[in-house]
T-cell receptor, first 117, second 115 residues
Framework: GAVVSQHPSWVICKSGTSVKIECRSL??????MFWYRQFPKQSLMLMAT?????????EQGVEKDKFLINHASLTLSTLTVTSAHPEDSSFYIC?????????????FGPGTRLTVT | AQKVTQAQTEISVVEKEDVTLDCVYE???????LFWYKQPPSGELVFLIR??????QNEISGRYSWNFQKSTSSFNFTITASQVVDSAVYFC????????????FGAGTRLFVKA
């Protein structure tokens, strides 16, 4: 089956620093990737939609200058949390839509747990 | 706008009991997909089922069954003879054609199955 990986699995960073999270589709090409954020005991909230070779589309209320998304290739999307603060501590999950496959098809990564101290 | 409501925040049952998790959705689209995912403590989402808006057939997979009713905009999930391993958070989700098939999740229902 289709596999999506995320790196790192967990990361701890100091307040004010930036951290990059990678999302890779390992055995398929993904024209679209989605980024979600999940706070403890809450649901997954869609942050942005990332299409290969174009700018990401952010959901309302998500600061695009704070959460930089780059989808430079058909197998890699990155989310950079700039100037991270403790309130950015969360579980970040990506998903990828296979190129040329059924419209609803998407596969989720295992998530990255970010802790900002 | 698409919306998914899971009114049950937490459910606690004793092993071998049956339990139903409710899901109500809102959409103006005629083409949409509904999903159920399981999220164990590890955090990784486990896909359970997908249903499209044109297929109201109920489905059974082992101890799991799903009841899709467009008339009430519901897509409920029943676990028969629950087991401790079923303890997790369960999410109902909606993906609609008009929204570019981005997936919107309900709030989730935390299921505790006690031995």
């Amino acid at each position: 089956g289709a596999v999506v990986s995320q790196h790192p699995s967990w990361v701890i960073c100091k307040s004010g620093t930036s951290v990059k999270i990678e999302c890779r589709s390992l055995d398929f090409q993904a024209t679209t990737m989605f980024w979600y954020r999940q706070f403890p005991k809450q649901s997954l909230m869609l942050m942005a939609t990332s299409n290969e070779g174009s700018k990401a589309t952010y959901e309302q209320g998500v600061e695009k200058d704070k959460f930089l998304i780059n989808h430079a290739s058909l197998t890699l999307s990155t989310l950079t949390v700039t100037s991270a603060h403790p309130e950015d501590s969360s579980f970040y999950i990506c998903s990828a839509k296979p190129r040329g496959q059924l419209k609803y098809e998407q596969y989720f990564g295992p998530g990255t747990r970010l802790t900002v101290t | 706008a698409q919306k998914v409501t899971q009114a049950q925040t937490e459910i606690s049952v004793v092993e071998k009991e049956d339990v139903t998790l409710d899901c109500v959705y809102e959409t103006r689209d005629t083409t949409y997909y509904l999903f159920w995912y399981k999220q164990p403590p590890s955090g990784e989402l486990v896909f359970l089922i997908r249903r499209n808006s044109f297929d109201e057939q109920n489905e059974i997979s082992g101890r799991y069954s799903w009841n899709f009713q467009k008339s009430t905009s519901s897509f409920n999930f029943t676990i028969t003879a629950s087991q401790v391993v079923d303890s997790a958070v369960y999410f109902c989700a909606l993906s609609e054609e008009g929204g570019g098939f981005k997936t919107i999740f309900g709030a989730g229902t935390r299921l505790f199955v006690k031995a």
